[in-house]
């Protein structure tokens, strides 16, 4: 059994590969109707996560393009423009990308007819086209923004290893948790207001200190004795605040990229949070299971198990900064 753990364990870190020590920002495809005829697509390719040039936009039949696109660079992002005719309603017909099966991340679709509730739909590499539908269900918004947060914290990493590098430096439930709470108000406070415009940080210089705060909590860690608390054990909820004031910017960098449905603002928003706080739900159970089972199985390991994960930890955090330093 206790190999198992440990395997589990690798498993964890191995994933946390410095190529994708950040989250897969998804693409976004948005379709909007100026006219009866008339649409606009814009399509924000990511440059990373598996989508190649050749991975372009499949139009609803009974629509074209009207000329080449228009072209521009975004920050994480190629843009492209295109003037699109369509004929009739594009209810009930399918709009996708080509060339995306080898893709690594999803990308948000947003329907916006005029007249009719705006649709958000998601593209997968397995499921690279949807339906647009007719009468869209009115938790549609609220279902894709929500699993939209949850694959954001499950998939980036250095979100993940943070709220793990809390659990194996803390102990107590009662610790933990005030812990994790004051990291997600944190992170909701920044995430929201820079999401609505209030507050502002330079992407690069945020990633590199959430890069630097796991490097912090690996290193607590390790300096960790019995009867002689660190600040970070003094004041957990402190130092997870503050931590997490700056993992909110980080946050809110998938949906600057991605962009909020104008009429579903609030729906989006929140839901996007709740998933982000379910994902590290998990993170906090499963972290804590893993660690119940060494204690059970093999009380002698505890420690070196808790010692040596935050110098897995610690090294690839500390890749990670070089890499956004440097780069």
């Known amino acids: 059994m206790i190999r198992w753990v440990w395997f589990a364990l690798a498993t964890l870190f191995l994933i946390a590969q410095p190529a994708r020590a950040d989250e897969l920002r998804p693409g976004y495809l948005e379709f909007t109707q100026k006219t009866d005829v008339d649409w606009t697509l814009i399509w924000k390719a990511p440059m990373r996560g598996g989508v190649t040039p050749a991975t372009q936009p499949v139009l609803p039949d009974g629509c074209t393009a009207k000329g080449d696109p228009q072209r521009e660079l975004g920050e994480m992002s190629v843009i492209s423009t295109f003037a699109v005719s369509c004929k009739g309603s594009v209810a009930g017909h399918m709009i996708g990308l080509s060339n995306f099966s080898a893709a690594q991340t999803d990308v948000l679709v947003r329907v916006a007819p005029l007249g009719r509730p705006v649709q958000a739909l998601r593209l997968t590499a397995a499921e690279p086209a949807a339906e647009i539908a007719a009468k869209p269900d009115a938790w549609q918004v ?22 793990v590098s809390l659990v194996l430096l803390l102990t107590g439930f009662r610790t933990i948790a005030m812990a994790v709470t004051a990291f997600t108000v944190a992170h909701s406070i920044t995430l929201i207001g820079t999401t609505l415009g209030f507050l502002g940080l330079p992407q690069r210089p945020v990633e590199a200190i959430i890069a630097l705060s796991i490097v912090f909590l690996a290193v607590e860690i390790v300096k960790k004795k019995e009867g002689a608390a660190r600040l970070s054990e003094r ?12 993992h909110g910017f980080g ?25 982000v706080e379910a994902g590290q739900l998990m993170i906090v159970t499963a972290t804590l299971g893993l660690l119940w089972a060494v204690r059970r199985l093999q009380p002698n390991w505890t420690r070196p198990t808790i010692r040596g994960s935050s110098y897995v930890i610690g090294a690839i955090a500390s890749m990670w900064l070089l890499e956004r330093l440097l780069l």
Do not use: M, Q, R
């Open 142 to 163: 609220a279902h894709t923004y929500f699993v939209i947060g949850v694959e954001h914290i499950l998939f980036g990493y250095d979100h993940l290893l943070f709220v």
């Open 235 to 246: 004041l957990p909820w402190v130092v997870a605040f503050l931590f997490g004031l700056l």
């Open 251 to 275: 946050f809110a960098g998938a949906l600057k990229e991605i962009g909020l449905p104008e009429s579903d603002v609030p729906t989006a928003l929140l839901t996007f949070n709740l998933g």
